[in-house]
């Protein structure tokens, strides 16, 4: 399967961002997806997933209340919609897929995408 990420790009504080992954080849449209992050010289870290029927999503906590993650199946797509973000945010931001996301939540993927950047700065 292969994963492309978009809707990078730099935004202020307390702005928003809508990233999109669209999913191509073997798509495992019944996987859950998810996403994660890396800051510069810090290690990938999970960020969001979400179950192959949208029914279950899971969130760090550094994230809770202010990202959004959902998927279009008819699509092959998944987003995340941030808000209010914060300096903090500022990272590659990337696409996971795997049977569940407890998977997901331990950084287990099936594939990874090539990133998208966020900058959060003012």
């Known amino acids: 399967v292969r994963l492309v990420e978009s809707g990078g790009g730099l935004v202020q504080p307390g702005g928003s961002l809508r990233l999109s992954c669209a999913a191509s080849?073997?798509?495992?449209?019944?996987?859950?997806k998810g996403w994660f992050r890396q800051a510069p010289g810090k290690e990938r870290e999970f960020v969001a997933a979400i179950s192959w029927t949208g029914a279950t999503t899971d969130y760090a906590d550094s994230v809770k209340g202010r990202f959004t993650i959902s998927r279009d199946n008819l699509k092959n797509t998944v987003y995340l919609q941030m808000n209010s973000l914060k300096a903090e945010d500022t990272a590659v931001y990337y696409c996971a897929t795997n049977q569940f996301t407890g998977q997901l939540r331990l950084g287990s993927s099936s594939s990874w995408g090539q990133g998208t950047q966020v900058t959060v700065s003012s």
């Open positions: 080849g073997r798509t495992f449209s019944n996987y859950a």
